[in-house]
Structures are given as structure tokens and as C-alpha cells.
């Protein structure tokens, strides 16, 4: 198998909806990191309406909005700083473990970043964002069945949730050994980004035109 993959491009300062960077075709195994996290609850309902956030108050929205300030100009040691301070305030707010599990990861961390994101997901376990980028630590870990099973939580809150479908498709795909699963999340998020993906729409054709290896072919290989 070709191993062209599809990468989302991720500067720190891109942790935020506000600041989100562009998708960039590049090689597999693939994650699309989706970058709008934030503990407004105004973002938080936009994303997803059936999801009724905490209350954040006022402190908490200028902390956090501190620590986005940091990020943006590249200081990313105060910006951990800052949101692990609203979590020492605040650890209601899933939004805040969310960024700081994205700013561990970023640097390599990812038992932390996989500690920081469970506690997202038990703040605001409704929220299919923060399963997604759960999924994604594990998967960076090596924790390919947690990797599944968290993507499958995310999907089962927003089925429509494209990035989701992608990234589990690459985890059946390439770690899991699940082709025609795989095959159908890559369908289901072609199906779901109108604009089109022509490097996914290559792997959903392999994957078309991919023939089974039989058992006896496997023997004969080893």
C-alpha cells in the first residue's frame, strides 16, 4: 500500500477556532485535528446545540482568553501555564483540559496530553470534539483500540462529525487491518465535505480495487 497520507497542518497558535490553519495534503497515517476547542460556551453551543455547557464566568473567559493571547504569539509555557491555572479554578471546563491535551501533544507528551483530554471528555462528555482529539493522543501512544473506541464515541454524538470518519477510516486502515470498514468512513466523508478530498478519494479507489489476500497467498509471502 502507498503510504501518501493526509496530514491537518498544526501551529500552536491554531488550538483555537479563531485561529484555526488550513488542511494540507501531505502523507498517511492521518489525523485531521480540528482545532476549534474554547471554553465559551457561546462556541461550545454553536458547535454542538443539543450540548448545554457550564456556565463560564467572567475570571474564567479572561484567563482563558489570556492563555489564547500567549499561544498566538508563540509563547507556549505560559499558555500551558495559563490554562492549567483555569483548570486549578475551573476544572469543570472541559474547554480548557481540551487546549491544554493539544499543547502537550504538540510537544511530544502524550501520556499528558491523553491524562489532560480523558478529563475534557468526563467535563463534557457530550462534546464529540474532545473524543476526537482523545482518539487521536491514544492513537499517537500506540493505544489503537482506545484510539477506536473513543473516535466510535465521537461519531456516535455527531454522526455527521466528517473529520471523525476520516480518522478513524485511516486507523482501520492502516492499524487495524479493517479495509471495508475503513472503505466506509472514507465513503461516509467524501460524502460529507462537498468541496471534495482528492487524496481521500484515491484511497476510497485503492481501497475499491484492493483484492483480498487470501490465506494461502499470506503462506506462501512468509
Known amino acids: 500500500m502507498r503510504f501518501a497520507e ?7 497558535a491554531a488550538l483555537l477556532g479563531a485561529c484555526a490553519s488550513a488542511p494540507a495534503v501531505v502523507q498517511k497515517p492521518v489525523e485531521v485535528v480540528q482545532q476549534a476547542v474554547s471554553v465559551a460556551a457561546a462556541t461550545v453551543a454553536a458547535a454542538v446545540p ?4 457550564v456556565p463560564v464566568p467572567p475570571e ?18 505560559d499558555a500551558e501555564h495559563g490554562f492549567r491555572d483555569v483548570i486549578a479554578k475551573h476544572p469543570e471546563l472541559g474547554g480548557a ?21 480523558e ?4 467535563a463534557s462528555p457530550a462534546q464529540p470534539l474532545f473524543h476526537n482529539q482523545l482518539a487521536i493522543s491514544y492513537r499517537h501512544k500506540g493505544e ?3 484510539a477506536r473506541d473513543a473516535y466510535e464515541r465521537a461519531l456516535a454524538l455527531d ?23 475503513a472503505l466506509a ?7 460529507l465535505t462537498p468541496n471534495g478530498d482528492a487524496a481521500v478519494g484515491k484511497w476510497v479507489a485503492d481501497l475499491r480495487n484492493r483484492k483480498p489476500v487470501s490465506g494461502a497467498q499470506t503462506a506462501k509471502k512468509e
Open 144 to 146: 489503537f483500540q482506545k
Open 50 to 53: 443539543a450540548v448545554a455547557e
Open 6 to 12: 493526509r496530514l491537518t497542518s498544526l501551529s500552536m
Open 97 to 117: 483540559h481540551a487546549n491544554l491535551g493539544l499543547i502537550l501533544r504538540n510537544a511530544g507528551k502524550h501520556d499528558e496530553s491523553i491524562a489532560a483530554l
Open 159 to 181: 454522526d455527521s462529525y466528517a473529520d471523525a470518519h476520516l480518522n478513524l477510516g485511516v486507523l482501520l486502515d492502516l492499524y487495524l487491518a479493517d479495509a471495508p470498514l
Open 60 to 77: 474564567a473567559q479572561r484567563a482563558f482568553d489570556a492563555a489564547c493571547a500567549h499561544l498566538r504569539a508563540g509563547r507556549h509555557a
Open 185 to 191: 468512513h472514507y465513503e461516509r466523508y467524501v460524502a
Open 119 to 122: 478529563q475534557a471528555v468526563k
